[in-house]
């Protein structure tokens, strides 16, 4: 018998997908963070085309804001209330969602991390288990982007606005900056690391009131575009137009700011698909695939005018610049 699409409203959710339409034997759940950020609706649309391809039903389900998990948690246990094969989860934070996942591992339903949000080490002592995780290396992206801002600046007082706290993106890509421009670039004197939560507004206020107190800052590098974006347009509002601007995602406002010379690069990570994979993967695990590693790697690269003007990086097809 055909199994059912999973069609929950929540009052802290948006549904991004109602199903494929096509009768399908499988259906999957899937749950991502922050509805508002372009990001998640991108991997939202690689699950979709994934979904279609592997003739399975899907809904996507996203909570208003990833800085609480609690609203996050309300709709896993909405969502689990329905029947599904497999579930997908974007977690907020790496613990929140526990006792929601342990229902699905006490079920025998398989749970796929995607975008590197859950410690296996972690859940597997919490009762979850965790087939596998796919997503961006979020330490490597922190790596080259401060490779990047040294080979423009070798030496130069440095920026860095983080996202949420207790994130495990945010702080991979705030550590791999930190740790390759301590080992690697001496010359770039880190003069403030400050938590703006994934908001523009307050990523805004931070660039201004650090460029109040240094002057002479020349680098800001933010742990996402729709920061890096703000953090620009704070420092030409402020006059400092020769700023150095990078922030990570490669989503198509920054996209369009790096081509009119507003945001100097971005590291591209490719969350459609990372979405298109993810369900790809479910599907081959619920029949008996492993995968090994355990972390299975998306790419990252680095995008400035220059590189998006050759358009010759082959990697470039998955970002969708729309």
């Known amino acids: 018998m055909r199994k059912r699409s999973l069609l929950i ?30 990001y998640w609706a991108f991997v939202s649309d690689g699950a979709k085309a994934g979904a279609k391809e592997a003739g399975v039903d899907v809904t996507i389900l996203a909570s208003q804001s990833d800085a609480d998990v609690g609203p996050q948690l309300d709709i896993c246990n909405t969502m689990i209330q329905k029947k599904m094969d497999a579930f997908i989860v974007a977690a907020v934070t790496p613990t929140g969602l526990f006792p929601c996942l342990t229902q699905l591992t006490k079920a025998g339903i398989p749970i796929l991390d995607i975008d590197a949000n859950l410690i296996q080490d972690q859940a597997e002592k919490a009762g979850v288990k965790v087939a596998n995780s796919i997503g961006s290396d979020n330490y ?7 490779d990047y801002v040294a080979a423009q600046m070798p ?31 001496p010359g770039l004197d880190i003069v403030a690391s400050l938590n703006a939560n994934w908001d523009r507004s307050k990523a ?12 002479d800052l020349g680098a800001i590098y933010c742990a996402s575009d729709e920061m890096a974006v703000a953090a620009a347009e704070a420092a030409r509002a402020a006059g400092k137009n020769g700023i150095i601007t990078v922030g990570i995602d490669a989503m198509p406002d920054a996209l369009k700011a790096i081509k009119a010379g507003r945001v100097t690069a971005s590291v591209a990570q490719l969350p459609y698909l990372m979405g298109y994979q993810s369900v790809k993967m479910a599907k081959d695990i619920l029949a008996g695939k492993t995968f090994d590693p355990w972390k299975q790697p998306t790419p990252v690269f680095v995008v400035d005018k220059a590189i998006l003007e050759a358009n010759s990086e082959p990697l470039l097809k998955w970002v969708q610049q729309r």
Do not use: W, Y
């Open 204 to 215: 805004a206020d931070i660039a201004t009131d650090v460029l109040t107190r240094h002057p």
């Open 140 to 146: 490597h992206a922190g790596e080259l982007a401060a």
């Open 155 to 185: 030496k130069g007082k440095v920026l860095i606005i983080e996202g949420s706290p207790g994130s495990l993106p945010a702080i991979g890509r705030r550590d791999g900056f930190k740790d390759e421009a301590a080992k690697k670039h």
């Open 9 to 38: 409203v929540a009052a802290a959710a948006l549904t991004f997908q109602c199903g494929i339409a096509m009768a399908a034997d499988q259906t999957f759940g899937v749950l991502l963070k922050n509805v508002k950020d372009p």
